[in-house]
């Protein structure tokens, strides 16, 4: 089967095309700058042994990137479609076949994922005009996350709010982490099952999971994804105090508040350089104060995560790092382990400093294994579609929330 992964969002699509089962890749590529003065697509087939395709695109929406991809890839027929959707709500806990029922269920989530539901739908929509016969499936980044216990989702709140909003801790990059933690039990050649999991996703969005024997029992990001850890440009954990306060002093309004929150925050707002980790970074290098103040605090909320985890499942076994960031950042990963060796979280400074791909990177002592595990959310996104069209999951996706 020819499936086709594809991820908008942001001001971009990614997209990868498989056969499957072998899941091998036979094209892929990206639109960038989506809706933006520059919108350029990057096309690699890898069948045909040809150099990637740079292509400027005129300035358009969603529907007009993919209809471009989709004209790339006519010599392939696909036979089905995956997409990743940030927000799928609490009622679809397993990936689903897109219908009118899903589709409209992943439109009443768009409050809770505004800036990434809303284009995801668009993906969906724009392949069903372009390719109405082909299956389409939804693969919902909270799903991974809807095995939370009560004491984990519940906030403080007047339980009203629950049940009349759903407001409760969600959680993102839960593709990524289904990928992290079975590539971190293969790689150890342990079951899953037996396995207590710390992962790090550190890329521009951030995200701390605990994984208890295959399944999450706790998650950083929230309601939204701005809670939990700091981000290239959300603030993560903040006293909700102080947005009170800081509605009244700077007389903001909602949309004003959601921006400094969401845009105007993290390790940006913080050192004032850039929302790129390797700038921040780099500037720390040069002696710059707040762009090292950035990078301590992240550091410091992801070894704080690290230790609450492992207390909330009664140890640890794997710590994984994943991400753009936890994969390229040496100094990052030794920041943050840096006095965690009580936990039994002992680095090899050669590995962590040295090497590439998925990859042990702590000691023979440690008790705790460490790892860095390059994430691949399309080919999850490829297993799950697979999954729902062969019948394995029939009836499973909706259940009560």
Not at 172 to 189: D, E, K, N, Y
Not at 258 to 263: A, M, R, T
Not at 292 to 302: C, E, K, M, N
Not at 317 to 331: A, K, M, N, Y
């Amino acid at each position: 089967m020819q499936v086709l992964a594809i991820n908008c969002g942001g001001s971009s699509v990614k997209y990868k095309l498989f056969s499957m089962p072998e899941e091998r890749v036979l094209v892929q590529g990206r639109v960038e700058g989506v809706g933006g003065p520059e919108t350029i697509l990057h096309h690699l087939d890898r069948t045909a042994g040809e150099d990637e395709l740079h292509k400027p695109l005129p300035r358009g929406d969603y529907g007009q990137a993919l209809e471009e991809i989709l004209k790339l890839l006519r010599p392939y027929p696909i036979e089905a479609v995956g997409h990743r959707v940030v927000h799928g709500g609490a009622s679809l806990r397993r990936p689903a076949r897109i219908d009118d029922e899903v589709l409209a269920t992943l439109k009443a989530c768009c409050h809770l994922a505004p800036l990434h539901n809303p284009a995801n739908i668009a993906g969906i929509e724009a392949v069903a005009r372009l390719l109405p016969e082909v299956p389409q499936v939804a693969v919902c980044d909270n799903t991974f996350h809807l095995t939370l216990p009560p004491r984990a989702y519940l906030y403080g709140l007047p339980y009203e709010f629950y049940e009349r909003y759903g407001i409760r801790r969600y959680g993102f990059h839960g593709i990524t982490f289904s990928f992290m933690v079975q590539r971190a039990a293969s790689l150890l050649g342990r079951d899953l099952k037996e396995l207590k999991i710390v992962s790090l996703m550190l890329g521009s969005g951030t995200t701390a999971n605990a994984c208890l024997g295959g399944e999450s029992v706790d998650v950083s990001t929230g309601f939204t994804p701005t809670e939990g850890l700091l981000q290239s440009t959300r603030c993560g954990d903040v006293d909700p105090g102080v947005l009170v306060y800081l509605l009244r002093q700077e007389g903001l309004g909602p949309e004003a508040l959601e921006e400094v929150i969401n845009k105007r925050s993290g390790w940006l707002g913080i050192s004032g350089v850039s929302n790129d980790y390797r700038a921040v970074e780099e500037a720390a290098r040069r002696g710059h104060e707040r762009a090292r103040i950035a990078l301590d605090v992240l550091a410091y909320r992801a070894k704080k995560y690290i230790g609450a985890y492992a207390a909330a499942m009664g140890g640890i076994d794997v710590l994984i790092f994943s991400g753009g960031v936890g994969e390229r950042s040496s100094s990052l990963r030794r920041e943050i382990c840096r006095g965690l060796e009580f936990l039994g979280i002992e680095l090899d400074a050669e590995r962590n400093e040295k090497g590439s791909g998925d990859r042990l990177i702590s000691s023979p002592e440690s008790r705790v294994k460490v790892l860095v595990v390059h994430t691949d959310e399309e080919v999850m996104i490829a297993r799950e579609t697979v999954k729902v069209l062969t019948g394995k999951d029939a009836g499973g996706a909706r259940q009560g929330g």
